[in-house]
């Protein structure tokens, strides 16, 4: 450009000169974030495909698991046929000593109840069958000092007692007048949202006490009866579902019956329950003979158990007990373990005369 007569002047740009350290810098920078959203990206497959194989780990035990599970209940089966041709008060046959299946199915068709451990493979199954005359038949407890000790076993307060069993009552017979502290369909059931009708008549599954006014989940279940108080009344774990039955007899199998069960049994005169029901446990428990062997202590049956017992009092409970080997519904547990995933099969099965049929089935963890 010329200014004037003067010499030209070459123009120079204002921007400042980029230098080569610069571009340096700014490539480093760039690399930097590269190498970093990589690192980022790999991670995330890296924890995505460890993930993976750590579901994929789960389901394979839980497959197995539930496998074994399945093995349990087939071998618990295999149990009940076999205990058919089984007379536990006579001498073992010759040649059974090497029958792994003859010992648990003697001591099934003696005492209603077996437990058995087995390893298969790289897991184990806990397998467990009791007759469902170890528990209490709800169906059949029809009065009020049936109820009391039922009730009282598991904590629930005395002062809910009479709501609760009037209310159970109400639910069970066959007509629709409610009791001073019952329920029934017109007065109560109906008022209710949803609104739904009294059974009249026998329980379908523990489970339906819930429909029935006053049973609550912590008195079915076991729990805090008021989880908001600062000292709630706590039920016992299992609640009454860990009592009660809706199949089977009225009289609860001393054998099979564990202590918590037998404590639900009327106190009788003397109002000697607790007793009753450590004695019976006492009595019934295998002793160990001079070569450490455990022998049978069973109950053979009504006469062998009441000759025994006096302190049962048969007059007062014979309505109550049996120790009669002969049962028609039995509860088969198998659990299935793969290292530390399990997986739980129960079902309730009738066996008449060596044909078993399923009323119940459940699948859970």
Excluded at 47 to 69: G, P
Excluded at 157 to 174: G, K, R, S, V
């Amino acid at each position: 450009m010329w200014v004037g007569g003067g010499t030209a002047v070459p123009h120079q740009s204002t921007n400042p000169p980029i230098h080569q350290s610069s571009i340096r810098g700014s490539a480093l920078i760039v690399v930097l974030w590269v190498i970093g959203l990589m690192g980022l990206l790999v991670g995330s497959f890296a924890f995505d495909a460890h993930l993976e194989s750590r579901i994929t780990s789960y389901y394979r035990k839980r497959t197995r698991a539930t496998a074994l599970a399945e093995s349990g209940i087939e071998v618990g089966k295999l149990l009940m046929l076999k205990m058919e041709k089984v007379d536990p008060k006579a001498e073992v046959p010759a040649g059974e000593d090497d029958d792994p299946w003859y010992a648990p199915a003697r001591q099934l068709e003696a005492t209603g109840a077996v437990h058995q451990e087995l390893a298969l493979g790289e897991g184990t199954v806990v397998l467990d069958i009791v007759t469902e005359q170890a528990l209490r038949s709800v169906n059949h407890l029809k009065k009020e000092e049936e109820w009391e000790p039922v009730l009282a076993v598991v904590g629930v307060p005395e002062e809910m007692w009479p709501e609760l069993i009037e209310a159970f009552l109400d639910w069970t017979d066959p007509d629709d007048e409610a009791r001073v502290d019952g329920a029934e369909t017109e007065d109560y059931y109906k008022t209710l949202d949803p609104p739904y009708r009294a059974r009249n008549g026998d329980l379908y599954s523990v489970d339906e006490l819930l429909s029935i006014k006053g049973f609550t989940r912590a008195i079915v279940y076991g729990g805090a009866l008021d989880p908001e108080s600062e000292d709630p009344v706590m039920i016992t774990a299992g609640g009454l579902s860990g009592l009660l039955t809706v199949f089977g007899d009225p009289k609860i199998n001393v054998n099979a019956a564990p202590y918590n069960v037998l404590l639900t049994l009327p106190s009788g005169a003397r109002n000697d329950g607790d007793l009753v029901a450590e004695d019976i446990v006492e009595e019934r428990a295998g002793t160990s003979n001079i070569y450490g062997v455990v022998e049978d202590n069973f109950f053979t049956g009504d006469a062998d158990m009441f000759g025994r017992m006096p302190s049962l009092n048969e007059a007062e409970r014979r309505d109550y007990v049996t120790a009669e080997p002969a049962s028609l519904y039995y509860r088969i547990t198998a659990r299935g373990r793969v290292n530390n995933v399990t997986r739980t099969i129960s079902c309730v099965v009738k066996n008449n005369g060596g044909t078993l049929s399923y009323l119940q089935w459940t699948e859970e963890e």
